[in-house]
């Protein structure tokens, strides 16, 4: 196999220009076929990013025998059941996040993906982006020193009540619970990415503003590996004016700190201050779409792994639903 020929389920907002026109621009890859039950949308996705076929139904794209690879965009309830189906349909899979609404349906697919050696991908993309690199590295070269504590704090102003209506992102049975399962999956991601796989967690999720069924606001702590403790604080329901997407690593020598959905990487060190700027690529998840194509293609490693991303599901349906191991 020299190139990768890809199909689409779901070619949605997040497609138009985070993920879809990457797969035309990454070597080795083309964007072959879409899916979307909107008849009048698709025909009109699929001629604005000249996409040669386009299904009404997903099986009909999976079982396609030009198609080598899907990637699942859908909202999060039905990512097993596509992600299975395309895996025993010997396709390779690429899943958004969150890979499912539960750590059970997580599991499903990575017992299944083992079970016929399936390549499984999920979209945890900042893991491949310049900044989060760079904070890697950071760590890797001891930059700060022993790393104390690793704090995450998310303050996002809610939206008028009438946004909310039939939302599927603030709604348990399609998103796995509200606006953290839709956010928080990137930032914990990160940690893991960075510090390994968390244990002894454990938090508690509530609802204060009362604009919907399930959590606006969450915290949780952690241990992490080497005795470094995490601290998460999330609310969508904050007042405008504190608004914050903090990420800061404390460590004996100073700190590292970024926003997740930001531009930008303050490093402290000796009572010295640097701001380093990182200019997004045009389609945020590209260099993760070229280490995935490298992945199919037997060329580098899987970027994120089932298993990656189930250690950051465990976490989170700990901190909303108290299930910890």
Known sequence: MQEIRWGIIGCGNVTEVKSGPAFNKVPNSRLLAVMRRDKVLLKDYALRHNVPYTFNNAADLIQHPEVDAVYIATPP?????????????????YVEKPMATTVAACLNMQKVANELDGKLVIAHYRRALPLFLKVKELLQQNEIGKVYTVKINMQKNAANASYYINNWRVNKATAGGGLFYDLAPHQLDLVIYFFGEAFNYKGTANNKAGLYEVEDTVKGKMQLQNDIEFIGDWCFAAATDIEKDEFIIQGEKGSIQFEVFGQHLIIVKEGQKEVIHFEPPAHIQQPMIEKIVNYFLDKGPNPCSAQ?????????ESFVYGNNL
């Open 308 to 316: 990656d991303a189930i250690s950051s599901m465990h976490v989170m």
């Open 77 to 93: 309830n039905v990512h097993e059941q596509y992600a299975i189906e395309a895996l025993r349909a010997n396709k390779f899979v």
